[in-house]
């Protein structure tokens, strides 16, 4: 089996800062209070809609050549962000690639202003599955905050759970986005998602 196109690899720290754990919950209420499942339901419906606008005005190949390395630079941020506001380190997102938190991206297919405009469609089940995945992960992250608390450290297993349902999700952006043809898939043979712990 071939590795897929999007991989998203996070060492974990070897303890946990509590501040940072404060931080996170506030970060998180500033973000539900902001509304931010209206936020998702913007980018999921506007996502394939303006890549189908860049690959008309430029072609698929330029799309994917041209745009595809800034909307990656973007994810890799992105991933990082969300790395810090799900447990997974306790380095809040900068502009540097790499470090403890890398997500990969090798842009693929021959995207069509049509193709992407029919992932709307063809992500639904994918959102489906991510919805369910991501309701699971709620319940663990309280408990990795509750772990945090008490001993300064997520498991390894319940890191494990949330980072791959964070390269799922990124997963999807990046098909969604036309980046990729292959679909979202959950497993990973190559390489696990999270390396044990690290000194931060």
Not at 4 to 29: C, G
Not at 56 to 84: M, S
Not at 184 to 196: C, F, M, Q, R
């Amino acid at each position: 089996m071939s590795t897929y196109p999007v991989r998203l690899r996070i060492a974990l720290p070897e303890r946990m800062s509590r501040t940072h754990l404060a931080i996170r919950l506030v970060l998180l209420m500033a973000l539900g209070a902001v509304g931010c499942s209206s936020v998702y339901w913007l980018l999921y419906l506007a996502l394939p809609a303006l890549a189908a606008l860049f690959i008309t005005q430029k072609g698929g190949a330029r799309y994917l050549a041209d745009d595809g390395p800034r909307i990656v630079g973007v994810l890799q941020w992105l991933a990082r962000a969300y790395a810090y506001l799900w447990l997974l380190t306790d380095t809040p997102p900068d502009g540097e690639v790499g470090g403890q938190v890398e997500l990969e991206i090798d842009p693929s297919g021959e995207p069509t202003a049509a193709s992407a405009l029919l992932r709307l469609l063809y992500s639904v089940p994918a959102l489906i599955l991510l919805t369910a995945l991501s309701f699971v992960a709620a319940f663990v992250w309280l408990a990795g905050a509750v772990l945090i608390l008490a001993a300064r450290r997520v498991p390894v297993a319940m890191a494990d759970f949330l980072a791959g349902v964070l390269r799922y999700q990124f997963r999807l952006v990046a098909y969604h986005l036309s980046l990729v043809d292959r679909y979202p898939t959950i497993e990973e043979a190559d390489v696990p998602h999270v390396s044990g712990p690290k000194a931060a």
